[in-house]
C-alpha cells in the first residue's frame, strides 16, 4: 500500500527526491514518516510530515538540507534530499500511522518496500 522511489547513487553533495506514493488507505487520516537504516545500524527516524496541518519534524543531522512534504491529491508523499553526505547511505523506508507519536516506529501501521539511496564521496 506504500510503494517508495527515487533512491539511487549519487555523489556528495549532490541531491535526490523521493516518493512514497499510497494506495488503498486514507492519505489525509494519516501522518507520513520516512525512516532509514544503514547497514549495521538500527533503523533511525529522518522525517514526518503530520496529518494535521501538514507539520513537520526533521531528525537533527538533516535539519536544513531535508525537506518533505505531500500532494494529498495525489496521495504521495516527497523527500527532498539535498547536499547529500556519505552518512546519508541506507535503505529508506515510508511509513503511515494515525498515532500522534509519530517518531515511534513500533506506532506506524504501514510501511513500503524501502529504496536504497547510496551517496559516493
Known amino acids: 500500500q506504500l510503494q517508495a522511489s527515487g533512491g539511487g547513487l549519487v555523489q556528495a553533495g549532490g541531491s535526490l527526491r523521493l516518493s512514497c506514493a499510497a494506495s488503498?488507505?486514507?492519505?489525509?487520516?494519516?501522518?507520513m514518516g520516512w525512516f532509514r537504516q544503514a547497514p549495521g545500524k538500527e533503523r533511525e527516524i529522518v522525517a514526518v510530515?503530520?496529518?494535521?496541518?501538514?507539520?513537520?519534524y526533521y531528525r537533527d543531522s538533516v535539519k536544513g538540507r531535508f525537506t518533505t512534504s505531500r500532494d494529498i491529491a495525489k496521495n504521495t508523499v516527497y523527500l527532498q534530499m539535498n547536499t547529500l553526505k556519505s552518512e546519508d547511505t541506507a535503505v529508506y523506508y515510508c511509513a503511515a500511522t494515525v498515532s500522534v507519536a509519530v517518531t515511534r516506529d513500533d506506532l506506524y501501521d504501514y510501511w513500503g518496500q524501502g529504496t536504497q539511496v547510496t551517496v559516493s564521496s
Open positions: 510530515i503530520r496529518r494535521n496541518f501538514g507539520s513537520t
Open positions: 488503498g488507505i486514507t492519505f489525509s487520516r494519516y501522518s
